[in-house]
């Protein structure tokens, strides 16, 4: 269990770490917290060439906030962004913080190390796409702008080239109307999901927007727009029940992951339209505010 | 917060060479060379002798190897050592002194917390970054919380109340590390790289001259022995002269080259019972006033396992009729398996080992030799009888004072 040998760069400018990634062909790769990467290292799953430590790029490190949106750098642990106000601003993210590995692992895995692995059933990747949040990628032709809901492109593979680094995520702020909802099922805290949903839903207009996103359920997080059902769901005296209904089809649809020895498929469509209908329910609810719990 | 308070040196090191760390070890510098694929948990025990960091699956799974890093609870196979330069690192070791536990070791100790002990230090790391993190944390979370780390002898419920019950003694936090502060570790060699089967790194070694840096804090056996030997001042004197010779007087040691500016590279050997240790390290005389009857030596050995003694010895003498007076005051710190030993048994070995020594000095003022060659480990037998007739009879006085 120890990693192979590997060469190490620890640049202090990101110019310098794009550099090093180019000469490295194809063979380099990008730790920051190395939560989900030193274990693939140590079982030897993987055997880069160089390691590109991003730590000591110091402008990788900051949450920033302008026009409506927290932007969080490559670096942040996810424990910063947990005790940073940034996680009351983008509930969702506060909501889904506490879920993700333990705390030992939070202290120092990054938000978007997680999103840059891409797990297909990592809480991050799942929270991104609901918000339709937008990743920095950044790579020797400079950077782009890829929404998350085009970045995952299956188990543990995303828009990332070889030569890019994700240098950082934006999330929109919560605003008025706005309610969220976070639930999983893994069969011991900290393990990843047999299945998890994260809602977002805004109460603002005529008719209720709903945005229903799965993850552990495909192999990436999958999104849909739910609106029109919960539209249909409000007259009835129990929208929870009224939504399992009314949802069927979309889950159906929405957990295409083949079976394991955890759970089968049926299993997780069961258990993720139980999910999707409570969460998207608590949601709305705390759009009205007549939730009295709330999103921390 | 963020890792950008803490600017990293830029660093460019081919596969296998061996890259400058410092960082802070349980309050202490500590500054290796090591191939970046060494994780933390491998340099902590490996290369610094700190072996109360249990290392269980290496791949961030069953939460053993749990160390605070910045003060928060993170998984030393996680992180590659390297990649901590300037952190401020608290082990289990950092956490409390064998007779001054930190109160959550005590809690564990009472709750019956632990069985075999093997995930008691990770048990510790967590509990104390869950308790200074959330001091209000709710009873029923404390499942939840503790989940990082894995006990597999299912005590559980036990390790559960223990926290509980700390957390209730101290509702406004727990107390800080209780051991933390400069003290001896084997950090200055740069060491072997362990346990790899890519391990490309020559051992080191070649006697090198180093500055010893005494450790503060409270020591790990302090030795006051007073002897009376029937040979003059001057003569014994004499034996303090002469480096070579005064080395050989120490049961076990020997000196193996001189590094210059008073320093002398040496090894001593100690053996008891089974237990066997060789030394390798380096002597520097502070203090050297015949005048004034006054030797003062630091020390510093390591042996291959990573345990690791420092010592500030001070050896003065006063006439007493025909013969001397020899007043030895040694400071010892003993990290890794040596400290295992406890205080008691290893303070009884270093008092026996100076009681030896102050008779081979006094054969040598005689002779003008050591009693027997020039490696002679103490004979495992008689320091072992010594030692236990010493614990024997210790309590008894004790007893008997207590009867009066």
Redesign the interface.
Known sequence: ????????????RLA?ALAELARSDGGGKV?SG??SL??V???RLARP?V?V?I??I??????ERSGGFAEI?A???Q??VE??PVSREVPLLGMALPWV?????R??GTVCGSLAHADPAAELPAVACCLDASLTVTGQDGARQVAARDFFAGAMMTALGPGDVLTSVRFPLAGPGDGYGFAEIAR???DFALAGVAVHVNAEGREPSAVLTGFGISDRPVTRSVGAELAEALDSGDLEAALRSRLADVVEDMVDTEGDVHASRDYRRRLFGVLASRELAKAYTRTRGRDADDHE | ?????R???????????A?EVSFTVNGTPATLEL???V?LS?ALRDHLGLTGTHVG?????C?MC?VL?DG????A????A??LDGADIVTVEGLGKPDALHPLQESFGRNHALQCGFCTPGFLM?SY??LT?KPGVAAEELP??L???ICRCTGYRNIVTAVRETQERFPDGIPAPGNCGARALAGRATGRVG????S?EPPDDAPKSVEIVLPGGEPTIAVRITTEIAVAGDQVWDVFDDIGLLARCLPGAELTGELGGDQYAGRARVSVGPVKLAFKGVAQVLEHDRAARRLRVLAQGQDSGGAQTQADIELRTEPSGEGTVLHADAKVYLTGRIAQFGRALAGDISRRMFEQFAAAVAEAATSGEAPSGPVRAPSALRLMLGSLLDRLRRPRRKGSGAAR
Not at chain 2, 57 to 61: L, M, S, T
Not at chain 2, 77 to 80: G, K
């Open positions: 269990m120890k990693a192979a040998p590997f060469a190490y760069a620890r640049p202090a310098e730790i190395g939560q030193v274990p290292l140590a079982m060439d390691l430590d730590n000591g110091a402008e990788l490190g900051r949450i750098g670096t942040v642990r424990r910063a005790r940073d590995g333990h705390r030992e692992l202290s120092r011991r805290h900290g | 917060m963020t890792t950008s308070e600017p990293l040196r830029p660093v460019r090191a081919e596969a296998g060479e890259v191939p970046a694929r994780t491998d699956c290496e791949h961030g799974v939460g749990t890093v928060q609870a993170a998984r196979c996680l992180l590659f390297v990649q967590s970054d869950l993190d939840e919380e989940s990082g780390v346990g790899g089967q890519d490309d």
